[in-house]
């Protein structure tokens, strides 16, 4: 006679179904959040191109050079005038553009590095999908393409270097490239070395805490030390008395300025749309920026006190909200809890605390106060995701709840937000009354 009941062989079977059902159907989540990230950068990057151009302001960065001696801020504009002035703007722009190429090489980067690293998980899947959506990541590079994105490419690639690599020689070598990396970006931007000196500290105790003090000590000494010397010589060394005859070399073409539009609602409404132009002449704006490097220190720590309390106050909120939810991110999706992290640092909160103290330079001399905590997140989380991707707690499989709550996070941080560090940041000066049209 044929028993009905099913054999232990065949109830385990069917007690998979659901789970294989339920693994579908998370893979087809992931894979339309990723085709949805996917169109929206480029929705993100079109409107950044061809509607709201925001060049002027970063090709300030390259508007000095040492033509009339050192300057703070000069390489950038040394390089460009290798090329000649028949190929000034092409140049300009090329190298505004570099430093974003490169940083998202670097992203890419680090998302491999997250699904290659143990055996494959959702919550795996889900933390390389948040990546692109951090406030320092796609949105940031897109909307404000500085030259610090070169520093935190190179400080991506330290962080990866150390995850990857174990033995000590090359552990050395590649935090002495990096500190050569910074130094040589310190003349592009002095607040470089200090911008990323809690990562790579954070990076050097955290990722290669098997090996031994003296060489993490090694480690620190030469990625951090190059930069912040190089910083100090620009700060003394550094020309004050020439943005009159920078300003006297660069040269005149009008250029989309949408800050000239933003004097009201609508006149912003209108220029989005296209109903009005609003074009700056490139000479007349870079002279008004580059005349702050003949500012002094005690000046430029007045001209953050004129923006008002107001203005400061709302920046630092929002950066401080903005680093607030990234740790909250990656600690509910990854399941590493902020506190395992923080132990790997127990005894060693010296050196962090320092980096991370060096950062009250940045917020005295510059009224840019979400952007400096956007750095800050930064720092943290770069080395938070690589540590929580060698956890065991990544391998654990996600609640339905947490999936669902990841498809809310995405749309919720795909959200642009890479202009919200000019929230309380410098004064953009506007174009004349006759450039907008």
Not at 211 to 240: D, W
Request: hydrophobic residues 50%.
């Amino acid at each position: 006679m044929t028993s009905s009941h099913a054999s232990p062989a065949n109830s385990s079977l069917l007690s998979r179904i659901p789970n294989i059902s339920r693994s579908d159907t998370h893979v087809r989540i992931y894979v339309l959040v990723a085709l949805g990230l996917a169109v929206w950068e480029l929705a993100c990057l079109y409107f950044v191109l061809a509607v709201y151009r925001t060049d002027i302001y970063s090709l300030s960065y390259y508007a000095a050079n040492y033509n009339f001696g050192f300057v703070r801020r000069g390489l950038g504009g040394e390089l460009i005038r290798i090329f000649g002035d028949d190929h000034y703007f092409t140049a300009a722009y090329a190298s505004m553009w570099v430093p974003a190429v490169a940083w998202l090489i670097a992203l890419a980067l680090l998302i491999l590095t997250i699904l290659s690293r143990g055996t494959r998980s959702e919550r795996r899947m889900m933390l390389a999908l948040l990546v692109p959506v951090l406030p320092f990541s796609l949105a940031y590079a897109i909307f404000s393409p500085r030259p610090e994105l070169l520093g935190m490419s190179a400080l991506a690639g330290l962080g990866m270097a150390l995850t990857w690599i174990r033995a000590p020689r090359p552990r050395i070598a590649f935090s002495a490239l990096y500190g050569i990396a910074i130094a040589s970006l310190a003349l592009i931007h002095e607040a470089i070395p200090l911008e990323l000196a809690l990562g790579a500290i954070l990076a050097i105790i955290v990722l290669a805490k098997d090996t031994t003090a003296a060489v993490r000590r090694i480690c620190a000494a030469v990625a951090v030390g190059p930069g912040i010397v190089t910083m100090f010589l620009v700060a003394r060394l550094g020309r004050r008395d020439v943005a009159t005859q920078l300003c006297a070399q660069l040269p005149h073409r009008m250029i989309e300025d949408p800050y000239a539009a933003l004097t009201s609602r609508q006149k912003t409404i209108d220029y989005v749309l296209g109903r009005v132009e609003s074009r700056t002449d490139y000479h007349d704006f870079e002279c008004h920026v580059i005349s702050q490097l003949d500012r002094s220190f005690t000046q430029a720590i007045v001209s953050v006190t004129q923006v008002g309390f107001v203005p400061l106050g709302a920046s630092f909120i929002l950066g401080v909200l903005m680093f607030a939810g990234t740790t909250w991110v990656i600690r509910y999706f990854s399941g590493v809890p902020v506190g395992t992290f923080l132990r790997e640092t127990r005894g060693k909160w010296a050196l962090p605390l320092l980096a991370l103290a060096s950062m009250v330079l940045l917020f005295m001399t510059a009224s840019d106060w979400t952007r400096w905590w956007v750095l800050i997140t930064f720092d943290v989380a770069v080395v938070y995701i690589l540590y929580a991707i060698d956890r065991p707690e990544i391998e654990q499989t996600p609640s339905r709840r947490t999936v669902a709550a990841f498809v809310v996070v995405i749309a919720l941080l795909a959200i642009p937000t890479g202009h919200t560090s000019h929230v309380g940041g410098p004064g953009i000066p506007s174009g004349p009354p006759a450039a907008v049209q």
